[in-house]
């Protein structure tokens, strides 16, 4: 069955508040659509953990950069229904940007230092963007829990940060990353590659594997590690690498040795399509069951 769609504040509000007044507890899964079997796993680990499941399809204009791929996005919301109905959503919200973001909205959320490395260097006012948007869902919907892929480390690690830093009364569930049988990880963007980038697409992850492999076999000299990970998706055929680092899985810092939780990160354009993956390579700092 189809959950239903309201696109109002007031509307989703309401909802909250009728489950809550039942004695439900409310799991909130934010996402932009174009859903996909990462995001269907979700709102399953929603599903599991609260009596009532809200998604939120929001394509937000604040995270997109002036020459990003804001307007192409890619905008299916009959096919999202669909998804959430399987995986057990109990409603979405669909609101439109005049009602997240009215005229003369002057407030934004930057969570700084963690925002400036990896995406963060090469999208700047990103993460800023995405903070506002995710703490005004929070306040919106009021979740008891709210679930992120792992995917999207930094990301994860940004939000755990500012729900503790402003006591936002929500807890933050990071999920593990869903992977394709070849292990490339699932992404609403993926749609966008070549069939011939698709099949080198999975080179990425095998890079990592071999990133934390030779971090198994000893290797602590990030520097090294990093330039091994970086020559290797150089040589991914049309691949242009964004950047391969491997930071402190807590701060998102550079690393000079390891010895701590680290994260190997990348983000490696394949064609136009920008792709991002991560593994940790030793304990990590967010909840990560990879
Ligand atoms: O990961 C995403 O899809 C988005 O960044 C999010 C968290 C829904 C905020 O717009």
Redesign the pocket.
Known sequence: MLPPTVTTIAEVRRAGAAARALGKSVGLV???GALHEGHAALVRAARRRSGFVVV?I???PT?FGPKEDFAKYPRTLEADQKVCGDAGADLIFAPAVEAMYPENSFTFVDVSTLGDHLCGATRPGHFR??CT??LK?FNIVRPDAAH??SK?YQ?ARI?VQMVRDLNVPVEVCVEPTVREPDGLALS?RNRYLSAEDRALAPRIQAALRTTRARAVAGEVDAARLESALHAELSAIPGARVDYARVVDAETLQPLTRLGRPAVAAVAVFLGTTRLIDNLPIAECGVRNAE
């Open positions: 934010p996402t932009m939120s929001f394509v937000n995270q963007g995405v948007v995710v869902l992120f892929g999207d990301q939000i609403s």
